[in-house]
């Protein structure tokens, strides 16, 4: 047996039998993605990424109604709120601040949100580039609940069943 | 422990010891057993309308209300029995069926009593499907935004307009789901404590307008405080919203702080909505100082050593010491001290006044030393001298009230308009300016049992049967109001007003201007006292006098010339032609921009420490409720910068609460040795015979510089307008309605006027509204005439 051994250690049998494995993977196609330059990856609708403030796609109204409940909710102190009647006597905030630097994409915040209005998108990949470009104010947060409203809807839509 | 026999009953198996004619949730209220409620209030009647504190009582086939269940020996209550939870919850979801789930909107979300009985004791489900009712809301003026939609119908707020406000303006129509809270007839709510039903109001129907939509209960943080508008000092809570840069920090709003001796659970609305003058444009946020006629920011160091620049060389007969009764103690008493060392002896604080000839005779302070608020209450008959009390101390006519609904207490009064009151009168008697003092030293001659020298039969009827009844009582009590101070003869009236209570055996208090008239007369901000009542070596001059000056030195401690004083245009003249104006204020007002040289600015009242002094003696201290802002600095530290500039050997202590220690020890042992001038016999004061003299009413909203500023308060008064009786109207051939041309002494203004029926002939009346600035003394003679071809 150990004669034997000792010849097909001489061919180097394990050598190629290694190499053969790596030449079936050589031709494989990859299943690993570059990101974020590469493709994208699939992503579950509960995806904690960037926040957004959401408007009622057919009226364009807001929907926060300035109740702070997510301000008093977020255990970073990541969101500030103040608030006034608008003209129209409605109850709206005048001041919308999400500072990214303490946000922790915990979530409780659309949890804690009556009107569906702060949500988490499944936005992943966003930079602060310059000193207090981390506070994202009202209008930003509208902003990318505008660009992404339609998406922020499929996806709460899928996730209905667990909720 | 009284004496009286107690009662034991059982709580969830806790004995508990109660009076007899208790009801059961008073008891479980003091053992800490709580008892869900929303129309029980300790201060208002029972009505057990809600259902809400329904326990389980044995031997009683069903579950009784706790609030109209009087405790009677060896009860035995449950209030967690399955039966109690059973009832509890059937009442927690039929109060919903009706009750909108808006909370997220709703002001009171956060500190709702419906919110927290049904997370405590609701079943949190329903079997309810059906549309719920909407009610259409009520316009209540400025100070109260309504939701009656929100409303369960508990009936507090109406409750408390009958019984503590006495003015019964909300009232409950219809039956069962028909049920409304409403004015009946379109109108905003009036009383001067209105306020308060935004405290009493257990879900979100009634809340504050000013405060609508501004925040929630748990960001704010708490402080304690005493209102700086009436000589009561109510107990507050300031709600400040702390944010991480002290600028921003700000008051969101005022709610009462319960104590039984002074303010019990209410506050006055100026004392509740006073708040928004904290934010106002006009604060002062840097030292400023005249160059050349226009003003400049200067550093704090830089203006003080300007104001010492200034005071070096000025001689003591020609400094004149003017602080408002808003100041605090120690801020007084420094200022005293910063003044003595240029012996100034021109110190007063007396800006509403005009007649100071019996300053030496008062009392180490005016208000009353031997009666407490609460007295008040158990008097017997009560005499008001003058005066609006109910709008210049609303707290204190709240136990004038409650002595005439819990001791049938007689009120009467002697007044130069015709206020209204929010309890039943006794004899009243309203006569002109000119014939006021008259028929006070006409009253003391029917009480010495002497012939009234002329006085027209119904006063002196009135006068006798007063005089009768106050004598017969043997509580009570004669209340001096600020109008009868600020009349032409106010040093005879407060004689004759102490001859009278002698010989009538009542008790004398005088309601005074400010939160801390008190603490200015120990402090000695008075011509004629040092401090703690010790006399000094030379009587200085008194205001008016001070007023008359050309070229003098004036230091303003937070006056507004021309709307703090008597007089605001001699005020405003005298500082036109002043040496040297130098102001400490809060605020940039624009007569102290124009007459001042260097204004420094001051800290709020809630940026501020100290103690104020009530009419009852009592010495409440508060402490800052908040950082100061902007560069104000509180002027008790300025001061006593000012005084360490002087002098090196002058202590700076860094806790006012030192200071505060030291002004009380030497009140305690120097006050004793004040020696008090007897009361000069009253003379029979003659008539004053000025054709027409004006009563220009002051209202309690343009009080001090900080609600002058509160802009929900300043959105309640009306227009400005003359109120002139149509047979004084007829001798000046003056139509109703018309616009006419008043003349004072130095000032000539024009405002429509009305026929009031109420007001004395020989006598006219303007009651202080939107205007600003109204430059005439708050009593005086005037003449009038038409403008012609105004037919407004």
Not at chain 1, 25 to 53: D, H
Not at chain 2, 110 to 115: R, V
Not at chain 2, 173 to 187: A, D, F, P, V
Not at chain 2, 545 to 560: F, G, K, M
């Amino acid at each position: 047996m150990k004669i034997i051994r000792s010849i097909i250690n001489l061919l180097l049998f394990d050598f190629l039998k290694g190499l053969a494995v790596t030449g079936r993977n050589f031709i494989k196609p990859a299943v690993t993605l570059q990101y974020p330059e590469q493709g994208t990856i699939p992503k579950s609708p509960r995806n904690r990424g960037a926040l957004a403030l959401r408007e009622y796609p057919d009226t364009g109204e807001e929907r926060c109604i300035a109740c702070r409940l997510c301000e008093v909710t977020c255990p970073a102190l990541a969101i500030t709120i103040e608030s006034q009647m608008r003209s129209d006597g409605t109850r709206r905030t005048t001041r919308f601040d999400i500072d990214t630097f303490l946000c922790i994409h915990c979530g409780l915040c659309q949890e804690a949100c009556p009107v569906d209005s702060i949500v988490l998108t499944d936005l992943q990949n966003y930079t602060i580039k310059g000193r207090g470009d981390n506070i994202m104010d009202k209008e930003m947060l509208l902003n990318i609940g505008r660009a992404y409203e339609s998406k922020i809807a499929q996806n709460r839509q899928d996730n209905e069943p667990y909720v | 422990m009284t004496d009286n026999p107690t009662i034991q009953i059982e709580i969830n198996g806790q004995s508990v010891q109660c009076q007899p004619g208790e009801s059961v949730i008073a008891a479980a209220d003091r053992h800490g057993i709580s008892i869900p409620r929303f129309c029980y209030h300790p201060k208002l009647s029972v009505v057990a309308s809600c259902r809400m504190c329904l326990v389980d009582v044995e031997q009683s086939n069903k579950p009784l209300p706790a609030c109209k269940t009087i405790v009677s020996d060896g009860m035995v209550v449950r209030t967690k029995s399955e039966l109690a939870i059973e009832a509890q919850r059937a009442i927690m979801e039929f109060l919903l069926i009706n009750h909108p789930l808006d909370c997220p909107i709703c002001d009171q979300g956060g500190e709702c009593e419906l919110q927290d009985v049904s997370m405590g004791y609701g079943f949190g489900e329903t079997d309810y499907q059906q549309a719920k009712r909407t009610v259409a809301d009520e316009n209540l003026g400025p100070l109260i935004a309504t939701d009656m939609t929100r409303c369960i119908h508990c009936s507090r707020c109406v409750r408390f307009g009958d019984e503590v406000a006495g003015m019964p303006e909300l009232g409950m129509t219809g039956r069962g789901e028909n049920t409304r809270i409403s004015t009946y007839l379109k109108h905003s709510m009036e009383s001067e404590l209105s306020g308060n039903v935004i405290d009493l109001c257990p879900v979100g129907a009634l809340t504050s307008k000013p405060h609508r939509y501004h925040g929630r209960s748990w960001e704010y943080t708490q402080h304690h405080s005493i209102s700086p508008h009436d000589c009561v000092g109510s107990h507050l809570y300031y709600h400040i919203v702390d944010k991480k840069s002290s600028e921003k920090n700000r008051v969101t709003r005022v709610v009462p702080r319960a104590n039984e001796t002074i303010n019990q659970n209410w506050i006055s609305n100026r004392d509740r909505f006073s708040y928004q003058g904290l934010e106002h444009h006009q604060r002062l946020k840097q030292p400023m100082m005249k160059k050349s006629g226009k003003w400049e920011e200067v550093t704090w160091q830089n203006a003080l050593y300007a104001v010492q620049a200034k005071l070096e060389h000025v001689s003591p007969d020609n400094l004149y010491g003017i602080i408002n009764p808003t100041a605090t103690l120690e801020e007084m008493y420094l200022f005293r001290q910063w003044l003595d060392h240029y012996q100034c002896v021109n110190f007063d604080h007396r800006l509403k006044e005009c007649d100071f000839s019996d300053q030496a005779e008062m009392p180490l302070y005016p208000g009353s030393l031997d009666l407490s608020l609460e007295a008040v209450e158990t008097m017997e008959s009560i005499l008001m001298i003058g005066g609006n009390t109910r709008a210049e101390a609303p707290l204190f006519n709240h136990r004038i009230r409650q002595a005439t609904q819990q001791h049938q207490s007689r009120v009467h009064e002697l007044n130069m308009l015709d206020f209204e009151s929010n309890y039943p009168q006794g004899h009243r008697c309203i006569v002109s300016p000119q014939q006021f003092a008259h028929t006070l030293s006409g009253w003391l001659m029917l009480a010495s049992d002497e012939v009234a020298p002329n006085l027209p039969d119904s006063s002196s009827k009135s006068g006798q049967a007063i005089i009768d009844d106050l004598t017969a009582s043997n509580q009570s009590l004669i209340v001096l109001g600020l109008s009868a101070q600020s009349h032409p003869q106010s040093s005879q009236i407060r004689r004759i007003a102490k001859r009278l209570a002698k010989k009538t055996g009542s008790k004398l208090i005088l309601i005074t201007d400010g939160p801390n008239t008190a603490g200015a007369w120990i402090t000695g901000m008075l011509p004629h006292r040092k401090p703690f009542g010790q006399t000094p070596e030379t009587v200085g001059q008194h205001i008016t006098h001070a007023w008359q000056q050309r070229s003098a030195n004036y230091i303003l401690y937070q006056v507004e010339p021309d709307l703090d004083c008597f007089d605001g245009h001699l005020a405003r003249s005298a500082l036109e032609h002043a040496n040297c104006v130098i102001a400490f204020h809060s605020y940039r007002s624009p007569s102290l921009e124009q007459h001042a040289d260097i204004i420094l600015p001051l800290s709020s009242h809630v940026e501020n420490a100290g103690t104020f002094i009530n009419i009852c003696g009592q010495w409440q201290s508060f402490s800052q409720a908040m950082p100061h802002r902007y560069n104000s600095r509180p002027g008790w530290v300025v001061l006593q910068k000012l005084c360490h500039l002087l002098s090196n050997n002058h202590p700076i202590v860094s806790d006012i609460t030192t200071l505060s220690q030291t002004i009380n020890n030497q009140f305690n042992t120097m006050s004793p040795s004040f020696t008090r001038i007897p009361t000069k016999e009253p003379e029979s004061v003659k008539p004053l015979n000025h054709k027409l003299m004006n009563h220009n009413y002051w209202s309690p909203f343009k009080s001090d510089a900080l609600v002058r500023r509160a802009s929900a308060l300043q959105q309640t008064l009306n227009q400005s307008k003359l109120l002139i009786h149509p047979d004084t109207a007829k001798q000046y051939a003056i139509r109703n309605k018309q616009v006419v041309t008043i003349k004072s002494q130095y000032k000539t203004i024009q405002l429509p006027c009305e026929f009031n029926l109420s007001i004395p002939i020989g006598c006219s009346a303007i009651h202080q509204g939107c205007d600003s600035v109204l430059p005439l003394p708050a009593i005086g003679h005037i003449t009038l005439s038409s403008v012609e071809g105004d037919q407004t």
